[in-house]
């Protein structure tokens, strides 16, 4: 660990949790994001891959989750900061899925890596649904 | 945020990640958790519920991984400490589950909950295979 890497993580994770608690979830990668962002999800299909690359293709993902769900309530809890350049934080959003008409609950934890002053890595863990 | 509650916080999740660390994931249990423990999967099934409470519940479902899983590899990153109650944990697990002789890679985070100074929550995120 050190001091300095650890607080530059902090200060970046602090940053992060204050504009998604804001629903300024865009703003947060447009301003917070490096141009090489390496976006993880848990899972991926034939449309959407597992793990995307870019500024652009994380924003047509942010794009895409927000034309097809309606946010009915969200809260973001963090952030967990790590001793190193990693800290995480928890989400659950109450959605409707718009092309279904399905409401649930998506809760998650996502994983930043932060590098010179930029969130280099996103990778989230989740469900979807309650079983 | 007090930092009382957040210093507390902070060394159990140091202990809890050293234990697992070491691979020693059932003195953690042992040690930390508080006898009303509750612990939630990202899934369940009919034969292993979603959300099990009671410290012979968690011994149950640890015993069960350990009996049922060959583990090749172990990565343990954190903790990730919050500014209240909670701290972050990500694992990373290259497992061949012997029932079917099928190695993956099993990476997943935890969210504990400490109150009083015992862990009464702990929530996995995780996916279990590659698409």
Same mark, same amino acid.
């Given at each position: 660990?050190?001091? !300095?890497?650890?607080?530059?993580?902090?200060?970046?994770?602090?940053?992060?949790?204050?504009?998604?608690? !804001?629903?300024?979830?865009?703003?947060?990668?447009?301003?917070?994001?490096?141009?090489?962002?390496?976006?993880?999800?848990?899972?991926?299909?034939?449309?959407?891959?597992?793990?995307?690359?870019?500024?652009?293709?994380?924003?047509?993902?942010?794009?895409?989750?927000?034309?097809?769900?309606?946010?009915?309530?969200?809260?973001?809890?963090?952030?967990?900061?790590?001793?190193?350049?990693?800290? !995480?934080?928890?989400?659950?959003?109450?959605?409707?899925?718009?092309?279904?008409?399905?409401?649930?609950?998506?809760?998650?934890? !996502?994983?930043?890596?932060?590098?010179?002053?930029?969130?280099?890595?996103?990778?989230?863990?989740?469900?979807?649904?309650?079983?």
């Amino acid at each position: 660990m050190t001091t !300095a890497s650890s607080s530059a993580t902090a200060a970046i994770a602090e940053e992060l949790v204050s504009f998604c608690k !804001a629903g300024r979830n865009m703003d947060a990668i447009e301003t917070l994001y490096s141009p090489d962002i390496v976006s993880i999800e848990s899972m991926g299909n034939a449309s959407m891959p597992r793990e995307v690359k870019g500024l652009d293709a994380v924003r047509g993902k942010g794009e895409w989750w927000r034309t097809n769900n309606e946010v009915h309530a969200a809260t973001v809890d963090g952030p967990f900061v790590g001793d190193d350049d990693k800290f !995480a934080v928890y989400y659950n959003y109450d959605v409707t899925f718009k092309p279904t008409g399905k409401r649930n609950n998506m809760e998650e934890m !996502a994983l930043y890596t932060v590098k010179d002053g930029k969130v280099v890595r996103e990778q989230f863990f989740y469900r979807t649904s309650d079983t």
